[in-house]
């Protein structure tokens, strides 16, 4: 890459050039939005509590705050947003199993892992496992409060469930607006 001197102004210009940020949507649609998200927000919290324990149930909220602002609502991108975010749970589980089995060996043990799976997700080896989702559960789940809290397990369901909730939704929601945003063959003849 070349240095700031080495370069035009042109050159410097596209690489400080923040992307545009979409419009905001007029107060009515701003309302639709919201009544829409607090319908999805209340729906995975009954959905949600059936299935796991509310400790747990952040799981899903946590996948959703990933999927919409890192994976832009992006379908193709779920996959591997779910399946990072299993990596991550497990990364920060296994110090806590290591450590309940070999003590302070085990933390090492752990820790070590854990830096070679930060390791993988640095130098992009295996992106669908080792991503950005991964490090975000990684970062969440390796917390001391919610290593000595939550249930592993139903912290995986939620994620996964509420991940898959979410994102039925969002299409769903994406589906209806496209029908009622585009005209009828009928209606343009």
Request: aromatic share 8%; glycine share 8%.
């Amino acid at each position: 890459m070349l240095s700031p001197r080495a370069m035009t102004g042109r050159e410097r210009d596209i690489m400080t050039e923040a992307p545009q940020a979409a419009a905001p949507p007029s107060p009515i649609a701003g309302l639709g939005i919201v009544a829409i998200i607090v319908a999805a927000i209340v729906g995975w919290a009954i959905l949600g509590s059936a299935i796991v324990d509310e400790l747990s149930l952040f799981g899903g909220f946590l996948m959703l705050w990933h999927y919409a602002n890192i994976e832009q609502l992006d379908i193709k991108r779920l996959p591997a947003a779910l399946l990072g975010a299993i990596v991550g749970l497990v990364l920060a589980w296994q110090v806590v199993y290591l450590t309940q089995l070999y003590g302070s060996t085990g933390t090492i043990i752990g820790l070590l892992v854990m830096v070679v799976g930060i390791y993988l997700q640095v130098i992009n080896i295996l992106p669908m496992l080792f991503n950005a989702s991964a490090m975000l559960f990684l970062t969440v789940a390796a917390a001391p409060l919610v290593q000595l809290k939550v249930n592993f397990i139903n912290l995986g369901i939620s994620t996964v469930v509420g991940g898959l909730f979410f994102a039925g939704f969002i299409e769903a929601v994406k589906w209806i607006a496209t029908k009622l945003m585009t005209p009828t063959a009928s209606a343009a003849q």
